[in-house]
RNA sequence: GCGAAAGUGGCGGAAUGGCAGACGCGCCAGACUUAGGAUCUGGUGGGGCAACCCGUGGGGGUUCGAGUCCCCCCUUUCGCACCA
């Protein structure tokens, strides 16, 4: 070998070395080599699905991250798990074999042993002896275990928790639960109506037995309407539907009632949301999933129907249970019970055509036809009901602004009060009566009750009015206390006749102008209004109708107003305590309470798809669900030639096509509790895409065990407080990262794993975008078709026409998709890494630039200089750079020191970027003196070794190590030797720069102020003046002010 | 519409309230080389011969001192979007 740095050498040389010596596999508790007494460290990239395209740039980002991190703990002393596997069944893998006409498990491992060979290319420090893809057998086998865990399993709501079925059984054997449905479950199952016919678990027969079960489990087949993608042949779980549109190929996706395995991920609401507090994770995220929960606290009250068949009351759910004197009306969703009975049995009142065409066009109405038209459209159904407060008869209608999924269907509409519903009744005309006043409304509401009667002519009344208002709400005064305080108005209006005519009016005495300016701002505000006169404001408000005068609902707080009822008065109370207080009398009358709702739904785990883990699940011939016993699994899938989906509106699934293996018995698919030779049906369904990676944290904990998901001890050393840092990409902040919590409580509960989060630190890297260029017309430009005759500007090939660069996604399209392998095979991984690294924050998302990867390299180029030097007498070629000494260099020692520090510092704060640029600083100075210490090379080594591990490796090994530079402990800093021996302090006056003074770091005040007075550029700019205030940062700078 | 983040040289970016632009690319000059550059050295925000002046999206403010803190506005990106 010669001088030059062969990367392309060096860098397989030592990858098969590790690989050879399993440098980086790390033993579990009970392992020989196991050392107890170290800390645990479990760093988790989010494994990739392995796509047929190979791996893209974007992917090296975060796993780049994770790798010099677990060097560096493992430098720290830190036992590191590092584990990566593959997440491989699901669509993409499917339609991607559909398109070849090659199986999915052929596709699917030809892609994983590809991306395996990318991956390693870049010297990745993983654990591979842990190795594993969501597809082995080994690994859905538990998958398949773990969801009849969650099948098995109910939530106890009094217990916050979810306990085994079996303690379900028993309490309802024992009569200590009530023998009916599970009165919390949200699929469609028939709720004994008659709550009061309690009977006893023996009296019920088999099948109301099995029912009362199934109702609680928190794996159920629920009939519900789902997202239908007959594109991609599947249903969809809301999560998947973004815009009205699959998340995977942004196909159309629509609503369709399906029979389908769900979870009650619901059940889970409250604890999803509180633990958050738990995590170190970035706000944003939290945020997501916080949003995307939606708890809301409010009540469901009942208000009586007249009339219809069936139906007594219409249920309905308010976060503003105060506002329900200003119901005025009700809508339904026009899925609603209520819309379909009255089709059925109409009302004289009912338009039946009208509605029944309104119900159908809601229905095709698609969720982005609803998202571009907001306008309010809706039918009234000819049903009316009471308002159980005012005891007014309201009308009942149908629109589609209120939504079938989302409380009880049905609303209460308070349009005084509610934007939607003030909209939707000054399109139809319906009444709309303020309930609730802020404090100014009320201090106008007050006047027009207590004006004066010459106030009342003309328009004096506006200018009392208007102090009125600004003293009451300046002052905050309580109501009792609105009396005093216009007489206070009053009083001063007589000392003050003269009303300023505009803020800016200069009139003397500040007390009056700053009324004036209040005033003003009121004054504005009423004539804003458009009354007509005194009286016309007075009836205005007199009959509640501010709201419906100003043009827009108030959704604030305030005060009650017009609330009061044959039963109960709220008038005056704040809007927290009136809500209490129509929440007690709903209780106590019986006709509501209070409830919280979630935004959350449960979780639609069906897909109609062939590459996913089959059910654990089969059915026998009376249309009941069983589980296959655990020794059976794993369930496999059959093999199938056909696996192409047929683009249809009937969700068929394709499993039902492999008949041999659908129809089987008892016996065989291994269900107990039926006679062997039943004939059974398997269930058809796979599931989605997320089942593996809901769990596959846990398993890297012991991915080779073969009596449990994981050893207990494993989870319990790796696991303890969670996963220490998991790195992956934003978008699975609600889909991955919810549904993968969701397990990880359920397997908690069931005392399955021991902590009840499963990702402690997450982070989430930015994406690695690239060029793009885009014409005046906004039309994109490939990269390939621009010239850049000067910097900064761009001109497209073929027209001669400028073009503006703008950032975008990498495209095939665009032509700036970049490709791993080329840029190692050009630079090496080690460039690469130090390249990806050093382009930005990692979190902040940025363009990759193929011209600026040479900096990198030139860096390391300059390393290789500093230990290598070419020598054509020796027999290699090369010898170790003269420069070599056994003395240490003092000034290279001092930046070494700094150095060690940054990088350090910036590591542990994910700041790689400028952990490089340190380490570039050394480079560059490191050749300036005569020698450098062999140690002080060697310690640089070391703490560039997690950015570059192949070309330290090689040159520790140069310097005669027969050990890896990786096993090193890395190296302390001296805090003192950090810092300079002296410092350069800037000298200004009045805060401009004069000069500049050496001195110790650690100067008193008073010596540098004089040492600064004392430079004659200083001297010449202060004159003799005299110096009126100094300010000294230690260290930095000094400021004379003259 | 609501919410969050971000706007700094030709480009990527740096900067505990204390010399804006570290470091890298590009560019300029020079060196080595038959040559080349994936080599080396030096320079490089703008204006001015210079002293000096101007510069962190725009406008105000706090401060001895603001890219950094506060208020308003503009732009971009990303979420959410009839959730009662």
Known sequence: MTDEYRFSEIEPKWQAAWEKDGAFNTPNPGQPGFDASRQKFYCLDMFPYPSGAGLHVGHPEGYTATDIICRYKRMRGLNVLHPMGWDAFGLPAEQYAIRTGVHPSITTREAIDNFRRQLQRFGFSYDWSREFGT??????????????????????????RARPIAELIDELQSGRRLACGNPDGSEPVRRDSGEQQQRRWSELSELEQRKIIDSYRLAYVGEQTVNWCPKLGTALANEEVIDGKSERGGFPVFRKPMRQWMFRITAYGERLLDDLTLVDWPESTKKRQIDWIGRSDGAEIDFPLSGVADCSALRVFTTRPDTIFGATYMVVAPEHALVEALLKHPLPDTDVPRLRDYVAAARNRSDLERKESREKTGVFIGAYATNPFTKQRIPVWTADYVLAGYGTGAIMAVPAHDERDFEFAAAFDLPIRDVVYPRPVLAMRYYAENAQPEEAEGSAWIDVMADFMGLTVTSDCPLDQFAGQLRVVRARRAEHPQTPQSPADPAPATAVNRRGSIHMTWRDAIESMNFVDFADMAATLHHGGYYARLGRAYSGNGHAVNSSGPDISIDGLLTEFAKNAVIKHAETSGIGAARTQFKLRDWLFSRQRYWGEPFPIVWDERGHHHAVAESCLPVRLPEMADYAPEESDDPRPLLAKAAAWVNTTAGDAGVRGLPAGAAVRRETNTMPGWAGSCWYYIRFADPKNNERFVGRAAEQYWLRDGVDLYIGG????????????????????????????PFRKLFHQGLITSFAYQRADR????????????DGEFIERATGQPVRQIIAKMSKSLKNVI?????????????????EMGMGPLEASKPWNTRDIIGPHRFLQRVWRLVVTQDEDSPDGWRLNPRIAQARNDSVERLLHKTIKKVQNDIESFSFHTAISQMIVFSNEAPKPDSIGRDQIERLLVVLAPFAPHITEELWQRLGHADSVHAQPWPAYDETLTRDATVEVLVQVNGKKRGHLLVAPDAADHDVIDAAQALEAVAKEIAGRPIKKSFVAKGRLVNLIV
């Open 135 to 160: 597809i082995d057998d080994d690994y859905y086998r538990w998958t398949q275990w773990i969801f009849l865990r969650i099948y098995n399993a109910w939530y106890d709501t009094n217990a916050r």
């Open 730 to 757: 934003e978008e699975h902040a609600v889909l991955h990262l919810l549904y993968a919590r969701f397990w990880h409580k359920v397997l908690f509960d069931l005392g399955e794993v021991s902590t009840p989060e």
């Open 779 to 790: 039309s994109l430009v490939p990269m390939d078709e621009v010239d850049t005759p000067r």
């Open 819 to 835: 490709n791993p392998d080329d840029i190692i095979a050009s630079y090496g991984a080690d460039t690469f890494r130090l390249y």
